[in-house]
């Protein structure tokens, strides 16, 4: 249950970070997908996946 706990807390630090303007990298992508894979977050993954196509990651 922990380990869940500071997964979910990780992608809410990833949207504090984008709220003030904080720009994902190519280093974050991946790990924040691979949260949303393990919490079965499928709709958010997807949506982060997307977010990293656009943003010239693939």
Known sequence: MRAYSMEV???KLFEQ???IGLKPDKLSFPIVL???GHCLM?????????M???SGFS
């Open 34 to 36: 691979k949260v949303c």
């Open 9 to 11: 807390e990780s992608l």
């Open 42 to 50: 499928i709709g958010a993954g997807g949506s982060l996946h997307l």
């Open 17 to 19: 970070f984008q709220e």
């Open 52 to 54: 990293s196509v656009r």
